[in-house]
């Protein structure tokens, strides 16, 4: 599965990489959007990638964070940490599991970033 594929599959609208070298990589979905932005720039425009780096050390994975309708799942493959940020309007319990569902998912797409 590729990068574009698994943001198809689960709505994400902005998908950022943080490499092995701390370099954040910024995908945009051509097709999905998000709602708002603020959760987007108060991680990766105004954080760094030592604190998104951070927030992975010593935690149980999939890490969720939500303003509003806005979501972001933090996820690790190898290493390389995927924050997901999308638009999200389910229950808490369903966030759980789509959050999960994606977590999982992610060991078969395959992070490409030439």
Do not use: W
């Not at 780096?53 to 964070?65: F, S, V």
């Not at 390389?80 to 808490?92: E, G, R, V, W």
Request: proline share 3%; aromatic share 8%; with cysteine.
């Amino acid at each position: 599965m590729t990068l574009s594929d698994f943001m198809e599959a689960f709505s994400i609208a902005i998908l950022c990489i943080v490499d092995e070298n701390e370099t954040i990589h910024t995908i945009h979905s051509q097709h999905n959007t998000i709602e708002s932005k603020t959760l987007y720039e108060q991680i990766v425009i105004y954080g760094n990638p030592q604190s998104i780096i951070a927030q992975t050390e010593g935690q149980l994975l999939p890490r969720m964070i939500e303003q509003g309708s806005s979501q972001c799942t933090i996820m690790k493959k190898a290493d390389f940490i995927l924050c997901a940020f999308y638009d999200c309007f389910l229950s808490p319990m369903e966030k759980i599991q789509y959050a999960m569902k994606m977590n999982g998912e992610l060991e078969n797409v395959d992070i490409s970033l030439e």
